[in-house]
T-cell receptor
Framework: EAGVAQSPRYKIIEKRQSVAFWCNPI?????LYWYQQILGQGPKLLIQ????????DSQLPKDRFSAERLKGVDSTLKIQPAKLEDSAVYLC????????????????FGSGTRLTVV | GQQLNQSPQSMFIQEGEDVSMNCTSS?????WLWYKQDPGEGPVLLIA?????ELTSNGRLTAQFGITRKDSFLNISASIPSDVGIYFC????????FGKGTLLTVNP
């Protein structure tokens, strides 16, 4: 089965510019997650979608970050305007399961987009 | 929010040695997960634990879900060079929280 696809792999932007990341989950996976992984740390959940609805966005900095999952398949994560501290790897993951279900743990991660803000 | 304390932060071992790393939390989790992340890639699930006290193996890897539901450990036996990477624990109720990772280096 094809994995989680993310693009671009790398992005370098200047602070105050905007940037967008794209994710295509595994076919049939209802749940999609965006994680931020700062160098030397574990991934931190930014937002979780169930189909095209938001389940959890409590850690998403909503003043500058936005995400959508139109039609419940692909998703985009946008940062506008970017700050230096946004430099990180942005990981997308998907799973079959619904929130709280055991099948929720069959997460598959994409390879991530490495963002550098200068 | 929930925090996981993962230790050690890094390990440098000789090929063939056994490795142990652990994760503790102040909160109870219903599920503990262990992931490995290679450079430039996303984390890959190694072992998932669903019940307190559960001991699960995956090849040379063994992980246990602590009785208190606040801790878990991962053991790797007879390490090989391809075990190099960053290992993350994850605790989940409905949301997955990751530890900060253990960087494992294996000297051939």
């Amino acid at each position: 089965e094809a994995g989680v696809a993310q693009s671009p792999r790398y992005k370098i932007i200047e602070k105050r510019q905007s940037v967008a990341f794209w994710c295509n989950p595994i076919s049939g996976h209802a749940t999609l997650y965006w994680y931020q992984q700062i160098l030397g740390q574990g991934p931190k959940l930014l937002i979780q979608f169930q189909n095209n609805g938001v389940v959890d966005d409590s850690q998403l900095p909503k003043d500058r970050f936005s995400a959508e999952r139109l039609k419940g398949v692909d998703s985009t994560l946008k940062i506008q305007p970017a700050k230096l501290e946004d430099s990180a790897v942005y990981l997308c993951a998907s799973s079959l399961g619904v929130t709280g279900g055991a099948s929720n743990y069959g997460y598959t991660f994409g390879s991530g987009t490495r963002l550098t803000v200068v | 929010g929930q925090q996981l304390n993962q230790s050690p932060q890094s390990m440098f071992i000789q090929e063939g040695e056994d490795v142990s790393m652990n994760c503790t939390s102040s909160s109870i989790f219903n599920t503990w997960l262990w992931y490995k992340q290679d450079p430039g890639e996303g984390p890959v699930l190694l072992i998932a634990l669903y019940k307190a006290g559960e001991l699960t193996s995956n090849g040379r890897l063994t992980a246990q879900f602590g009785i208190t539901r606040k801790d878990s450990f991962l053991n790797i036996s007879a390490s090989i060079p391809s075990d190099v990477g960053i290992y993350f624990c994850g605790g989940s109720n409905y949301k997955l929280t990751f530890g900060k990772g253990t960087l494992l280096t294996v000297n051939p």
